[in-house]
């Protein structure tokens, strides 16, 4: 298991985490394509943190003000799919108010996990927590 130490403080970071019940949640806030230093560290803490055994499912949430342009739906869900494999999490949810979390999705295949999107962040942790 790895210890906080492992795991990147998203403190310093322009993204965001929480647990409520057994659902981690990573806040991507207003996104409009991060730094690579970012986005890695993000990968790197969904990574270490989802795939603890407190964590059954996982949300990305993407703030009114992200934007993801084609390479970077792409790039996302390789490395999305990547992840959600390492996790070994049931379910893989993706929550904004526009169509960013339908993009990332369509990019996003993680065999033996179920993989949503949604646009209200309480429909999908009542989703991700079933």
């Known amino acids: 298991m790895a210890t906080t ?26 996104w409009q394509g991060f730094a690579d230093e970012d986005l890695e560290a993000a990968s790197e803490h969904y990574r270490e ?5 407190d964590v059954e499912a996982t949300l990305a949430v ?16 390789e ?3 990547a992840n959600g494999e390492y996790t070994g999490v049931d379910r ?13 999705k369509s990019q996003v295949e993680v065999d033996g996990a179920d993989v949503e999107s949604f646009d209200d962040l309480e ?5 991700a927590s079933a």
Do not use: C
């Open 49 to 53: 943190r989802g795939s603890r055994p």
């Open 92 to 104: 893989i949810g993706f929550v904004s108010s526009g169509i960013a979390a339908m993009a990332v």
């Open 123 to 127: 429909a999908a942790l009542e989703w």
């Open 5 to 30: 130490r492992d795991v990147p403080d998203p403190a310093e970071y322009e993204w965001d985490f929480e647990k409520r019940g057994s659902v981690g949640i990573w806040f991507m806030k207003g």
């Open 79 to 81: 490395a999305w799919s």
């Open 62 to 77: 993407f703030g009114d003000a992200t934007t993801l342009p084609k390479e970077t739906q792409e790039y996302m869900g």
